[in-house]
C-alpha cells in the first residue's frame, strides 16, 4: 500500500513459495492449513509506488518517495471514512456492523482502493493482515481516535472495538511468534509486548483496517515489520526467518471461536443471517451459503442467530482454545401476529394483510487473506 516500505512484498512472495514447497513435502502443519483455510495474497497494493522507490537505488530518499501512488495519493488514508459513523452510532444507537458507502464512494477513491473494495466485498474474508515498514510492531483497530480535533489534528486516545481482547491477542500472536518484535525496544520507540492500539499511537483516518472492520467481517491488524522501509537485499533473509513463525501462527488464527450454518426449515441456506453476541457490540453475517465465521477468545457466550421474516433463535456457546465450535441454526419463519387494534378492511385485498415480499440479499463466501499494503507513522 506504502509503495516505499517493501519488506512486506517480499516476506509474501517468500511465503507463497514456502506455502507451496512446504505442502508438497507433505510437512503436516502446512497440509492442514493449507486445505483447511482460503489463503488469498496479495504482494503490492500500491506497484507505481513501488517503481518509483526502486528506481532510487541506495539514494536514501527512497525512504521518502514512492509512499504515494502514481497519482500522489496515499492509499492508507483513501478508504471511506465509516468512523465518523460507528462513534455516532455508539453513542445514540445504529447499526454495529456492515456499514453503508456514501453514494458517491467511488469517485472519491484511488483505483487501487476501489479495487480492493471490490475484492473484499467479494468474499467472506475472516482474518487479513496489511504489512508496513517504519517501524516494529503489531497494531489493532481502532486506527482513528475518539478524541476531538485540537488545533486541526486528532489527539491520540486508546480507542478500543468491541472486540478489543481478541485484537489485542491477535496481535500478540504475531510479536511474540516473531524473532524481536514482542521485546518492545525498536526503532527508537516502546511498544509493550510489541503491540499497540492505533489510535493511542497516533491517530489516522480513512485507513484500511478500521474499514475492513466495520465494512465487511473480516478482522484486520497492521504489522509494522522493519525500521529500515527498504532493506537491503542481504538482509531478507534474517527478516524472513524473524517472520515466518509468525506469519503461519498468524493465518492459523483464523481457526478459533464458533462457525457454522444458518438455514431455514426446509433446510435452505440464508444468506447474510445476522450473528450476535451478547455483550459484544460487533455482528458478523452468514455467507451466500449460509455458513458464518466468528472469531471469540475462549470462553462461553450466548449467541443469536437473525434473519429478516423468520424468529431469531439464541444458543450457549462455550469455546474452547483449539478447533472452531461448530454451532448450527436452523430459523423458523415468524407467524404474523394478530392486529390488536381495528383495521378497516382493503376491498383490493379482501381485508388481508399482504406479507411483504422478501429480497435476495447479497453474500460472501468464507476466506482467508494475507494482504500487503504497507503503513507508517502519518
Known sequence: MHGNEVLGRELLLQLSEFLCEEFRNRNQRIVRLVEDTRIHIMPSMN?????????????ISRDLVGRNNANGVDLNRNFPDLNTYIYYNE??????????????WKSQVEPETRAVIQWIRSFNFVLSANLHGGAV??????DKSLEHRVRGFRRTANTPTPDDKLFQKLAKVYSYAHGW???GWNCGDYFPDGITNGASWYSLSRGMQDFNYLYTNCF???????????PRQE???????????ALIQFLEQVHQGIKGMVVDENCNNLAEAV????????????GDHGDYFRLLLPGTYTVTATAPGFDPQTASVTVGPGEPKLVNFQLKRSVPQAATTRRVPNPGHGGRVLPKKMQPRAARKKEMEVRQPGRGPA
Request: charge should be negative; hydrophobic fraction near 30%; proline fraction near 7%.
Open 275 to 286: 450473528i450476535s453476541v451478547s455483550g459484544i457490540n460487533h455482528d458478523v453475517t452468514s
Open 137 to 142: 510492531v503489531a497494531n489493532y483497530p481502532y
Open 47 to 59: 506497484p507505481d509506488g513501488y517503481e518509483v522507490a526502486a528506481a532510487q537505488g541506495l539514494n
Open 91 to 104: 453513542k445514540y444507537g445504529g447499526p454495529n456492523h456492515h456499514l453503508p458507502l456514501p453514494d458517491n
Open 220 to 230: 484486520e491488524i497492521t504489522l509494522e515489520l522493519s525500521c529500515d522501509k527498504f
Open 181 to 183: 518484535m514482542h521485546q
Open 235 to 245: 538482509e531478507l533473509q534474517r527478516e524472513w526467518l524473524g517472520n515466518r513463525e
